[in-house]
Structure formats: C-alpha cells, structure tokens
C-alpha cells in the first residue's frame, strides 16, 4: 500500500581502488573459510561453549543443529552466500588499510537494488555535465551473481519440478531487493514461491525421503531468521523441519553459526586460520590482512583486562553482541555503561570486543524520504557479495558476486540501510 524508494547518495563516494581490488581478492577465500567452519562440528562446539551458555539465541540454533547432525543431513548439496563487510582505516600517516567489519551468512541483503544503484549514479553524473566520469563507473549486478548460484543448487538438487522457496518475513519492507534475484531466476524458468515460517509450521511436512512436500522444494533461500524478534515456538519448529529436510538451505544451521561474531573473534587468534585452512597459506595470508584486532570478554583474567581496557578508554572500541541486521553494536558511554554493569557476571561472554575503525569522512548528500536535504560528513563500507555450491565434498562454484556501498553521516555509529541509517552508493574507484 505504502512504496518508499530506497535512500541513496547524490553522487558516488571515492573508494581507493587498490582496497577495492583487495576485497574483491580475498572472497573467495572468505567462501572456502567459512565453508570449512560450516563442516567443522568440533571447531564450533569448542567455539560457541561459552555463548550458548549466556545467549538463548544462539542456544536454540545450536540445539537444532546437533539434533540435525545427531539424525544425519539428508541435504548434500550446499549454497553459500555471504557477504563481507569492510571499512577503511586511516592511519596516523594518512594511509588507508581495508578491515573487515563481519561477515553476513544469513539473508545477506541489497543485492538486487544495488544492481541498479550504479545507473542512478550514471546518469546523475551526465546530467552534472561529468560524462566522462560517469564512464568510470563500474558494471555491478550481484542479484545475478546470486540468482547464478541459486540455481546451481537447483539444478544439483535434480528434480525439475522443484521450487525455490523465499522464507520472509512477516511484514516485507525490503521487498524489491529480493524480487531482483527472484526475477532472475524466474529468466532461468526456475519457479519461485515466497512463504513465512508461519506458512511453514501450518502447511509443511516431510515425506519418507524428508523431501520438503506440497509443492516439492530444492531451495530454502533465507531472508529472515537471524535475528531472536523471527522467531516464536511455532518458527523454530518450522525452522527445525526445514533443517531436517533434503532441501539446499541457503544458509544451513551450520553455516549461519559459522556467521556469529564469537566465530569471527576465536577466527583472529594466532593458527586458528592454518587449522581450518591447511594447505592454504596464501589464502591464510589474504584474510588475515583484513582482520582488525578482536578481543575475547570470556570469563578469566585475560577477558578481565579486556573489559577493564575497554571501560578506560571506550572510544577505541566497538562492543558487538551475536546479531546480525546492524543497529546492535555499542560505542562510547553506551558501551562502557553496559561493560560496567555485566563485567563480573558470565553475560559479557555473549558479546566480543572489535577495535575501533577509523576512516577518513567526505561529503555528500544522502537522499532519503521526509529528511532534509544537506550536505553531510559520510563514511562508507564496502562489501562484497560471495557465493559457493559445494555437492559432498567437492567444491563446484566459488566466486565473488558483485559489490555493495552503504554510507552514512558520521554522526551514526552503527546501523545499515534497513536500520534506517546508512544508504545506497556506488564506488568511484581513485
């Protein structure tokens, strides 16, 4: 009833295009690693002992993969699409490094309106009479890269019947983004359905093969479920029958936990990489170049002086609990106040503690409905949309899918565009 466009930046930001090219390098090491998590049950277990404790959330997720794993998978074929987040630091000398902000196993978003953001750009560029920059702006479209993979699973999962499933949510406010991949696929002549949990819970049931019946399903295709607010009792048990089902889960229960902030911390600890990655150094090397440095709030003397460093001095870090979907991290006198008041109890263990990134602002103007409109110190983040298949163990896609740009005012700290906060952008490489 109510259609709102997506916000976005007047002109495209400068993103220095050795960082660029640098993201772009290390996706596809980025897919084989969390992959490689996804399959390790040893790695997460020690890894999440502490979180599953204090955080119910990750708790439930972790009941269900053990009773799926205890049962054996009946899925052997597996889709992967993350995406990667970054922000540029600026250094004391004024030099620029690219450092991860997370990675997005679940419902990785924007995909599809990002695919168009760059002819925006373009034009707005020829309009300005800059006809010669506008030629500098890079093609972009991940909803194909996407969709690319989507399919690759579904044509692996082998019945031609079969449909992709769509899980979203209750109230749709990112709805075009998701049509854009949902178009591509139908362009391949693979049907699409969209259903909530609810939908699921009412209607879904397995048959003696744990195909996913009604309307067969290849693909459970996940833009909702990484947050506590999508779930009550009746979605985690839809939840669990779609997990226990011979359908390709876009994430499965092991790849969203390989997602968690807790995993990208215990990631920054000297061998973790070489262990989960052996005969990789190369790769090994790639990922660590864009690690910021993470710190564990586990219980014990070294989280102690972890936590009481971070109280002294808040300004240098940023206090992440285990979600996803932006607008949950802490800084400043938010973070040292609640620092303050979980320091002695088992709960700070349910939240990792990142080094503050700082990069360079520059202006812009950030068009969004019913604001005013203003110039605005901006500072953006890069990410970079990454697909694998894997059929039992043998790895058949694995490439990068395109880029997304979100910019915001300085003044937020945290939040992305469906927070409200950042907007849509496209890079102008320098």
């Keep these: 009833q109510v ?4 916000p ?6 400068a993103v220095p295009r050795a960082l660029f090219e640098q993201a772009y390098a290390v996706q596809e090491d980025f897919n084989l690693l969390v992959d490689a998590i996804s399959q390790n049950k040893e790695f997460l277990e020690r890894t999440l002992a502490s979180t599953i404790k204090v955080d119910d959330f990750t708790a439930q997720l972790f009941r269900i993969y053990m009773q799926v794993l205890e049962e054996g998978l009946a899925q052997s074929v597996f889709l992967g699409i993350n995406r990667s987040d970054y922000m540029f630091d600026c250094g004391v000398d004024g030099t620029a490094a690219l450092k991860q902000i997370e990675i997005n196993t679940i419902a990785a978003s924007f995909g599809g309106l990002t695919s168009r953001t760059a002819d925006v750009h373009r034009l707005v ?4 009479g800059k006809t010669e920059e506008a030629s500098h702006l890079l093609p972009n479209n991940p909803s194909k890269g996407l969709a690319f993979a ?3 699973a579904w044509e692996l999962y082998g019945s031609q019947s079969a449909v992709v499933m769509f899980l979203v949510e209750e109230v749709q406010r990112n709805i075009f983004d998701q049509r854009c991949v949902e178009e591509e696929l139908w362009n391949r002549n693979i049907r699409v359905i969209r259903r909530r949990f609810r939908d699921v819970f009412e209607k879904g049931s397995l048959d003696g093969s744990r195909r996913l019946d009604g309307q067969e399903v290849a693909v459970v295709y996940y833009r909702e479920g990484y947050v506590p607010q999508n779930y009550d009792e009746k979605n985690w048990q839809a939840r669990l029958l779609l997990e226990r089902s011979r359908a390709v889960k876009c994430p499965d229960i092991a790849t969203q936990l390989a997602g968690t902030k807790k995993v990208q911390q215990e990631l920054s600890l000297p061998g973790t990489l070489e262990r989960l990655l052996p005969g990789h150094p190369e790769a090994v090397t790639r990922i660590r170049a864009t690690f910021a440095g993470l710190y564990s709030l586990d219980e014990g003397e070294e989280g102690d002086k972890i936590a009481a460093t971070a ?5 240098r870090f940023v206090l992440k609990p285990q979600r996803e979907g932006g607008g949950n991290n802490l ?5 040292k106040q609640v620092l303050e008041k979980i320091k002695d109890s088992p ?10 990134i700082k990069p360079q602002p520059a202006l812009n103007y950030l068009l969004r409905a019913h604001s005013p409109l203003q110039v605005s110190e901006c500072i953006s983040e890069l990410g970079i949309f990454g697909v694998y298949v894997r059929q039992g163990q043998k790895m058949v896609l694995n490439q990068a899918a395109g880029h997304l740009l979100r910019t915001k005012a300085i003044e937020h700290a945290d939040g992305g565009v469906a927070a409200g906060v950042a907007v849509l952008d496209t890079p102008y490489l320098v």
């Design 3 to 6: 259609v709102n466009y997506a």
């Design 8 to 13: 976005f930046t007047l002109l495209p930001s």
């Design 125 to 128: 560029l020829k309009v300005l």
């Design 150 to 152: 989507i399919a690759k």
């Design 311 to 315: 109280i002294a001095d808040p300004d």
């Design 331 to 335: 800084y400043g006198e938010e973070l």
């Design 347 to 356: 709960e700070r263990t349910s939240y990792i503690l990142m080094d503050k």
